[in-house]
């Protein structure tokens, strides 16, 4: 296969059309194998791709941290010269109701251009494009001076404690790389007829919070004398779903701002506001959502701390009035901020909802984390896209929510959040369908990205 004409000096990248066929294949199959997380059953994907891979001579290792929580790891081993680059992903997905759905969201069905079901984008794709980049590289005979390794895990849409945090914590050796390459990124925002490509560099932590609400028990015919748990609930519920903390402009938010400011006067006028007088950003975001409200929403969360109800449990019986009542709120920090500071700030705003009678546990929490721009990795992906797309722009992009990232990032890895995909469909129905209905990414899709992505591994790593 030829992919550049020319020298060094005179590179040429281009779609590696002959790859579609593969590509598509191989995430079709991976969408069939249901790895709904829980109860998760990755150790089916992790098979089927290593024995996809050791067909081209890979040779790989399988991992369970338990039973049916498999990860599979793979490389190609460089003479040391250069640093070392890890293609992360991750095999479970997240669950998707049959019913709600056009078609059956685990049958991989190809229609359309577009390959269809859940994790069609979040984040199986991604893995049928390191798989298949790491081929092409054996088949080019490419000789790295850096080792490129390859990690499909477990359990990221629960954490990660069990598929890549665990591989760091018990086989570091197998997965630590000076770079990382991994989900969070690369969707471009088309913004007056260009593309403005996205490369995470930060993400917000997490507090995944549950709280219980305590009563006294009474009959149901004489709600007055009991002290109903739902009633209280109810209070911490509308307090934090409601609750707007102060705007914060982290500077990769404002990087990502001042990007798409070259390209739109609206955001170069949102960009000035929240400079000016931060306090007035949920103005400007609410004049933006009559517009795009998935852009606007998806502004707001990059600019505060956010909290939402995500699971309630109450009640025993139709006729009793409840004791007990909880409640999971999903709780997301930026960086500077930690999980203890917000899990003051929650009590504080619950201080008049009777305190004593709540009962605080942390389901999971994990600092914020958030590497530099400025490595030969991200500027070496800049060089690509702009090769693929010289109208285009990249921006660095702050994720709200969490990706297997922090766990290299705490081991001192850089990671990038970077999926290269173009806006086929518009780019606020694109978002709605990850870990929404009808998830489905396109064929020319998966050409881009693997090309995209092969260039970029190649020339980093030789």
Not at 30 to 50: D, H, Q, S, V
Not at 195 to 213: D, F, H, P
Not at 334 to 342: F, I, M, R, V
């Amino acid at each position: 296969m030829i992919r550049v004409v020319g020298d060094s000096s005179k590179m040429c990248a281009q779609l590696l059309r002959e790859v579609e066929e593969e590509v598509t294949d191989l995430l079709s199959g991976l969408i069939r194998i249901n790895t709904t997380n829980p109860p998760g059953n990755e150790a089916k994907a992790a098979e089927y791709l290593a024995e996809n891979l050791e067909k081209e001579d890979f040779t790989c290792e399988l991992f369970e941290s338990a039973p049916g929580r498999g990860s599979v790891i793979t490389r190609i081993k460089g003479t040391g010269e250069r640093p070392s680059l890890l293609l992360l992903s991750h095999l479970d997905v997240v669950a998707a109701n049959p019913k709600e759905w056009s078609v059956d969201p685990f049958e991989g069905a190809v229609k359309d251009g577009f390959v269809w079901g859940r994790g069609a984008i979040d984040m199986k794709s991604m893995t049928a494009m390191e798989v298949m980049v790491m081929k092409l590289l054996k088949r080019n005979n490419v000789q790295p001076k850096g080792d490129i390794i390859l990690a499909a895990t477990a359990d990221e849409e629960k954490g990660g404690e069990a598929g890549a945090g665990w591989l760091v914590r018990n086989h570091p050796e197998r997965v630590r790389a000076e770079y990382v390459i991994n989900e969070g990124g690369g969707l471009a925002i088309p913004i007056n007829g260009k593309s403005i490509y996205t490369i995470q560099t930060a993400e917000k932590g997490i507090l995944w919070l549950r709280i219980k609400a305590k009563g006294k028990p009474g009959h149901g015919s004489v709600p007055g004398v009991a002290d109903n748990a739902i009633l209280r609930m109810n209070k911490v519920v509308e307090k934090l779903g409601n609750y707007r903390s102060k705007i914060s402009l982290v500077p990769t938010v404002r990087q990502f701002l001042s990007g798409i400011a070259k390209e739109n006067k609206l955001a170069q006028q949102v960009l000035s506001i929240l400079l000016q007088n931060p306090a007035a950003g949920d103005h400007i975001l609410d004049m933006l959502g009559q517009r795009d409200k998935v852009m606007a929403e998806e502004l707001r969360a990059m600019l505060r701390m956010t909290i939402a109800p995500t699971i309630i449990h109450g009640g025993v019986k139709e006729n009793i009035i409840p004791s007990e009542c909880e409640a999971v709120f999903d709780c997301r920090i930026l960086p500077g901020q930690n999980p203890a500071e917000a899990l003051k700030e929650i009590k504080g705003l619950l201080k008049d909802v009777d305190l004593e009678k709540l009962e605080f546990e942390i389901i999971q929490a994990s600092e914020p984390s958030e590497s530099t721009m400025d490595t030969p990795l991200y500027q070496q992906i800049v060089n690509v896209l702009k090769e693929f797309e010289p109208n285009g722009s990249v921006a660095p992009i702050l994720l709200t929510g969490g990706t297997d990232s922090r766990f290299f990032r705490k081991i001192g890895s850089t990671c990038y959040g970077f999926q290269p995909m173009h806006a086929d469909m518009p780019y606020g129905e694109i978002l709605k369908t990850i870990h929404g209905i009808d998830e489905r990414i396109s064929t020319e899709n998966l050409v881009f990205g693997t090309s995209v992505l092969y260039n970029i591994v190649e020339r980093f790593t030789t």
